[in-house]
């Protein structure tokens, strides 16, 4: 397959480099301003005004990693009821106010941080301002719609796993990684944990989490700055600040060996599959060259993994790789799925693209590819307002300036052959270092992957992600 | 480029202030040029640099709804085997070169057309063009290819169907609602025929349907038109137009009376939908259907989801989707049951709304929500360059002409209360409908017993 890469492609890359004009463009914010509430809140502006929209992110520091062990999922419910009734409406109103304007205004829970999004059109951009602060700032919390909320939110994970499995593997892969680490916790809880949470539980976590201090701010799209300044202001700048400092967390170690969990969905004719390790963190210096090597090996199309398991082999509709990067390092997995009977050839086929990779690195060839494919595949990820407002605060989180994207093309540059040697090494494991779960139909494979390490069991239907 | 962009782009972007028929003001729009070629092929540019990037769009008029038992799921291989190798390109070269440069692709087929995706560098333009006119002139199947590509869409099957509970349940619906035209197939194909499709049936469906004159290319981004036009020229002129493909003449007769069907599957939750036959693509109906299912099954506010989700709790989720291509498709509505739940009263719950809506119609609250989401719906849709790309095809290929595009949120302005209450009155009836239910077949009592709490 690599020789093929370099005397196939290389020739006509050349031709093309000559022939193209230039390579992809790199990219700069827009000029935005920013500034801090008297609460501390960080807020940031962008006008964009080539589609009569306005969008608009609020983070608030925390998230799921202030839920009570055992009572995950609260900050997930706390997002929900936030939205069930806030300021002068109740659920119903405070639903019509956004939909009857043709907006869009969700909250949910992140690991690291809660978030609300939303998009309204311009001339609601003080509706919007008005709805977020009531959510935030006054939501009514009410015992009838969190029994509602609590009793969806535990229906709708049974929904899941009648569901497609892909959606749901990477919450198996982390539950199973992460044992006793926050970053295991599932943050939208699972059915037993949510049956625990109370009322009181949220009410407690809004009191400490909510607080003018943990706000991050973004509205980018078509706006006046000093209107929605002041509007911001006047919304936002009375809430208190937080009398204890922000939840965190300490990286948790590297694993070592492999371990298997084997979760039985009676009668499924594919084997999902996700092999994990401890990976990068959102602020690694070396992410850049994290990224180049993971396009090369599980990041694109024409990547190692799904050249082998479905472009050559067809053994699979897609396999691929991902960093899940937070203040500390999450996941790097590998995940795929294939038909029940080819769950070995599959995975012996995955273990042996990443050793693979250990042992070849990457071609020069290959490294000049993932750095024009990144550099030229960047610019629409900041294409719409949502996505620039979320981008700002999501960067604000996690302490990074504008250079996280101005300098996105300088990094991607400097990427060269030691740099990609030095991450494979560091970063990414070993093949003989691997949390797995295989989500299928365990009477059909039990004994198969036994070879793959100690094999743990549950079901499908047990009310958690991870076994007890 | 993207700095100038938000800079420059101080034109105003408003609504022709209400009136009833004139176009939506787009910033940008009057700069979309369309040329076709002599032999058919039409190519459409709009301008936009807000980004150093273009999405190129090729829509073909072909998809499920071409074919026939034995080769269902035919147009989605094709559209696999696109990426497989020219007379001059070896197989994956497509993707390798594509990438190398910047670029990504994908593509998607349904009942009605097949549409191809590339998203890449503006530096990159004249390199899509020559992989896109070869793909179009010179492609070739490997016989050993073709076969490790049927167990790809096999895999995709088994994911996107098999193995998720509404999936099945659509795909049977589908098969029930139809008895005469190939709306029937389902796009993935049946796994008999996914078995058993050969290289004859791709070469006379290249041969057939990808035709200069059967399908349209949309450029949107960081290009000039003259330049495209000149690549046009240089790279797609050439290609032989074809005889138009033969024409889809079945008609599904009328329905007449309920049909009902159950599938029985592992599951915790139950699920029902529910199908009409309703409008194709360029109907004012179909605008009205669009309306009619906001109003009653989308977000938190809309009648189903107030009902059965938040007094009743007799579902977890409800839903709506509207399919209207170049034939009349389904109105579809669907809701999650809670594990253990009754779907009867589910059922009986939802025909209440339906006929209260035949009865009274919306009221002027829920229209103007409606109008209000379809025109934020509308400039959501023209943020970025696909979605302008995905918006001009849809309306050039199923409305006749991409400029139909900027009449959309008149149109939906002129919907009044009756004409909604009139699609549920006509549409939404018994004997008309198509209703499937998943079934849990062995339900697990804790599981059912947490869900309840």
């Known amino acids: 397959m690599n020789a093929r890469l370099k005397v196939l492609a290389a020739p006509l890359l050349a031709a093309w480099v000559a022939a193209a004009a230039a390579a992809p463009a790199a990219i700069t914010l827009p000029p935005y301003e920013q500034a801090t509430l008297g609460n501390g809140a960080q807020v940031a502006l962008m006008t964009k005004r080539d589609t009569p929209m306005v969008a608009m992110t609020v983070l608030v520091r925390g998230g799921a990693l202030a839920d009570a062990p055992g009572r995950e999922g609260t900050a997930s419910l706390l997002a929900s009821l936030m939205q069930k009734g806030a300021g002068t409406r109740n659920a119903v109103q405070f639903a019509e106010a956004i939909e009857g304007a043709g907006g869009e205004l969700a909250i949910s829970a992140g690991t690291e941080s809660m978030s609300l999004g939303a998009s309204f059109l311009a001339r609601d951009a003080g509706l919007m301002i008005d709805l977020a602060s009531d959510a935030l700032l006054r939501p009514k919390l009410a015992a009838d719609e969190f029994a509602k909320e609590r009793s969806l939110a535990i229906q709708s994970i049974a929904a899941a796993k009648d569901s497609d499995p892909r959606a749901l593997v990477a919450m198996y892969g982390d539950a199973w990684l992460f044992r006793g680490h926050p970053y295991g916790r599932p943050v939208g809880g699972d059915e037993q944990s949510l049956a625990a949470v109370t009322l009181d539980d949220l009410k407690r976590q809004y009191q400490a989490q909510v607080r003018g201090d943990r706000l991050i701010i973004t509205v980018v799209g078509d706006f006046d700055a000093a209107d929605v300044r002041r509007r911001l202001e006047q919304a936002f700048g009375g809430l208190p600040r937080a009398t204890d400092p922000a939840p965190g967390v300490k990286a948790a170690p590297r694993e070592t060996g492999r371990r298997v969990l084997l979760v039985d969905k009676p009668g499924a004719t594919q084997t999902y599959f996700w092999l994990g390790n401890v990976g990068a963190s959102r602020t690694d210096p070396e992410r850049t060259a994290q990224a180049v090597v993971n396009t090369v090996f599980g990041g694109r199309f024409t990547s190692m993994l799904n050249t082998e398991l479905r472009i050559k082999s067809g053994l699979t509709y897609g396999a691929r790789s991902s960093f899940d990067r937070m203040a500390e390092p999450g996941a790097f997995d590998i995940s795929s799925f294939t038909a029940t009977d080819s769950t070995v050839p599959a995975l012996d086929l995955a273990l042996a693209t990443l050793d693979r990779l250990h042992r070849d690195g990457i071609e020069a060839a290959a490294l000049a590819s993932s750095k024009t494919y990144l550099l030229g595949q960047f610019p629409p990820t900041l294409e719409t307002n949502g996505a620039i407002a979320g981008r700002l605060a999501e960067m604000t989180l996690y302490g990074l300036g504008r250079e996280d994207v101005d300098q996105f093309g300088a990094r991607v540059a400097a990427v060269d052959e030691a740099a990609s040697r030095a991450v494979i090494e560091r970063t990414f494991p070993a093949s003989g270092d691997l949390a797995i779960v295989l989500i299928g139909d365990a009477a059909r494979i039990r004994n198969d992957v036994r070879k793959y390490g100690p094999v743990t069991e549950m079901k499908i239907t047990d009310p958690r992600f991870a076994p007890r | ?453």
Not at chain 2, 58 to 76: K, M
Not at chain 2, 149 to 171: A, P
Request: negative net charge; without cysteine; charged residues 20%.
């Open chain 2, 1 to 453: 480029m993207f700095k100038q962009a938000a800079m420059a782009a101080l034109a105003a972007a408003t609504l022709a202030a209400g009136a009833a028929n004139a176009a939506a003001v787009v910033p940008g729009a009057d700069q979309i040029v369309s040329r076709t070629l002599p032999n058919g092929m039409k190519v459409v540019v709009w301008p936009d640099r807000d980004i150093p990037n273009v999405a190129l769009y090729t829509w073909y008029r072909v998809g499920s709804r071409n074919e026939r038992p034995g080769i269902t799921g035919l147009s989605h291989f094709f559209e696999h085997m696109m990426f497989n190798g020219t007379k001059t390109r070896p197989p994956g070269d497509f993707d390798r070169v594509m990438e190398a440069n910047g670029g990504r692709n994908n593509a998607y087929t349904s009942s009605d057309v097949t549409v191809y995706q590339d998203w890449f560098p503006a530096s990159a333009t004249e390199l899509i063009f020559d992989l896109e006119s070869d793909r179009m002139r010179n492609l070739d199947f490997d016989p050993k290819v073709v076969e490790s590509e049927r167990g790809v869409v096999y895999s995709e099957r088994r994911s996107s169907v098999d193995n998720d509970n509404f999936g099945t349940l659509i795909e049977q619906m589908q098969a029930t609602a139809y008895t005469a035209h190939p709306y029937q197939i389902p796009t993935i194909g049946w796994p008999s025929d996914i078995e058993s499709w050969t290289i004859q049936d791709l070469q006379s469906y290249y041969q057939l349907y990808y035709a200069p004159n059967n399908a349209v290319m949309f450029v949107v981004g960081a290009v000039e038109p003259d330049e495209v036009f000149r690549l046009a020229e240089r790279y797609l002129a050439g290609l032989q137009a074809q005889p138009a493909p033969p024409p889809v003449v079945t008609k599904e007769p009328g329905q007449h009376g309920e049909r009902r069907l159950r599938v029985v599957r592992e599951a915790q939750t139950p699920l029902i939908a529910m199908a009409w036959h309703a409008g194709a693509a360029p109907d004012r109906d179909s605008r009205v259907m669009e309306v009619l299912l906001a109003i009653l099954a989308s977000g938190d506010s809309s009648r189903l989801h107030q009902r059965l989700v938040e007094q009743e709790q007799a579902a977890v989720e409800v839903g709506s989707q509207l399919e209207a291509g170049f034939d009349p498709g389904l109105a579809w509505l669907y809701a999650v049951v809670p594990p253990g739940g009754d779907v009867a009263k589910t059922e009986r719950l939802i025909d209440a709304e339906i006929a209260r809506m035949a009865q009274d119609g919306p009221t002027p609250a829920e229209l103007a929500k409606a109008r209000n989401q379809a025109l934020a719906g509308f400039w959501r849709g023209l943020e970025t360059i696909s979605g302008k790309a995905q918006a001009l095809g849809t309306y050039e290929v199923f409305h006749g002409d991409y400029s139909k595009l900027f009449e959309a949120p008149a149109v939906y302005e002129s919907i009044t209360a009756d004409d909604v209450r009139k699609a549920a009155a006509t549409v939404m009836t018994r004997e008309n409908r198509t209703v499937g239910i998943v079934e849990p077949k062995a339900p697990d009592a804790a599981v059912a017993q947490g869900g309840a709490r």
